[in-house]
């Protein structure tokens, strides 16, 4: 009996990668790592990284223990919707579960090639729910502009690598697409893969103003989003945790589903 129990439990270790074995979970970065190219708003602090102490002690042990500065929004961030609405949450505030959940990708990149103040529509929402079916409730929904194809280049990402605010160019959500989703669908978190939710020439920063009055928090800068699938991932957002934070650097990655 026991050399039966055994061989069947050595056949199926020999089984199981012939069947094809577990599925092996992707995962995906959707970062940028902090360093001296991490791109900033053109106001803000960029990110200092001192290497404060570095080597071996006198007793004879390595150690290392630096210290950061930096602006909250830059590099890969979290806006809290504080940051354009007052009285709503701070990063601090934000639930855990508005900040992981299943996403989809909206892929405006065949708008951006030629135009780098194009801007997401309510007519690309619905053209990819026609393609895919209604967005659902509860959804992460992440804008793919292709943007990231200029990162780091500071001139190609912002449109300037001036302090000119007035020369920033590059593509973002219009106002038409944030007033139908927050009228017509339910989403938890928008994101995008350009230094900002409304575009470059953006003066009055309408979609942060109707996303963050619903409590719907940002992601910038999100990286490497052409890895994505239109639908079936899940995206985990995990900001840095700031008392009465406007934002913070944000760690985000997806875990695809298993086909
Ligand atoms: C978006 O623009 C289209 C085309 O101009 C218009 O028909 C639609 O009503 C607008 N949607 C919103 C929410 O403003
Ligand atoms: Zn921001």
């Keep these: 009996m026991r050399a039966l129990v055994i061989t069947l439990a050595f056949s199926a270790l020999f089984l199981v990668p012939l069947l094809g074995g577990p599925l092996k979970p992707e995962w995906i970065e959707l970062s940028y790592p902090f360093n001296s190219e991490t791109i900033y708003w053109p106001t803000g602090v960029s990110f200092e990284h001192t290497k404060t102490m570095q080597g071996f002690t006198d007793d004879g042990y390595y150690y290392s223990a630096y210290d950061i500065r930096a602006s909250e929004h830059g590099g890969t961030h979290l806006d809290a919707p504080n940051h354009f609405a007052e009285g709503k949450w701070t990063a601090d505030q934000i639930p855990l579960d508005r900040l992981i959940g299943p996403a989809i990708k909206i892929d405006i990149s065949s708008k951006t090639a030629q135009n780098p103040d194009a801007q997401l529509m309510q007519s690309d929402l619905e053209a990819w729910e026609k393609k895919h079916g209604q967005i ?8 793919f502009t292709n943007w990231g194809r200029h990162w780091p280049d500071k001139k190609k990402y912002l449109g300037t690598d001036t302090d000119d605010i007035d020369q920033l160019h590059f593509p973002g959500i219009h106002s038409n697409a944030s007033s139908w989703l927050v009228q017509h669908r339910n989403i938890k978190l928008v994101g995008i893969d350009t230094a900002s939710v409304d575009y470059g020439q953006s003066k009055m920063f309408e979609s942060h103003r109707i996303f963050y009055k619903e409590n719907i928090p940002g992601l910038e ?4 989003m052409a890895q994505l699938p239109a639908k079936g991932f899940t995206v985990y957002a995990a900001p840095m945790y700031i008392s009465e934070g406007s934002g913070g650097p944000c760690r985000v990655f997806a875990l695809l589903d298993c086909a």
């Design 221 to 224: 800068n999100v990286a490497n």
């Design 136 to 143: 659902p409730d509860d959804i992460i929904l992440l804008v």
